[in-house]
């Protein structure tokens, strides 16, 4: 299957060199993973993606946040990051540390719940 670009890559690619953090959302197979999966290609950095659809890694992330993100070490991709906002104080941790721009990429599909986490522990670090 060939992949379709879409036309919020060049602001995605913008916002990656500002913030720590992106976080797309939006309905269950539209495409953020995917697009996500293109545009980690084409940076020329490695990217680890990890999935919290599988029950295994949700059940990390949820209770052992910590040991969660030393085994998924940025640059990562979290996939549907709304199963375990347990995660958000601690990507708040490693960004108040490094500062680095583009180290978590995160995509979710429950918007209102996830909305609310991430305004807790990742205000000024996030792009929506």
Known sequence: MKYIKR???GVFLSLNTQYP???ITGPSQVGKTT???E???QEGRSRNYVTLD???NRTLAKTDPAMFLQLHQPPVLIDDVQYAPELFPYIKIHVDK???PGD???TGSQLFKLLDGVNESLAGRVAL
């Open 39 to 41: 545009l980690s290609k």
């Open 54 to 56: 599988d029950l295994n």
């Open 98 to 100: 490094t500062h680095k």
């Open 7 to 9: 036309s919020m890559e």
């Open 35 to 37: 697009m996500l999966q």
């Open 21 to 23: 953090v992106i976080l």
């Open 104 to 106: 978590f990429w995160l």
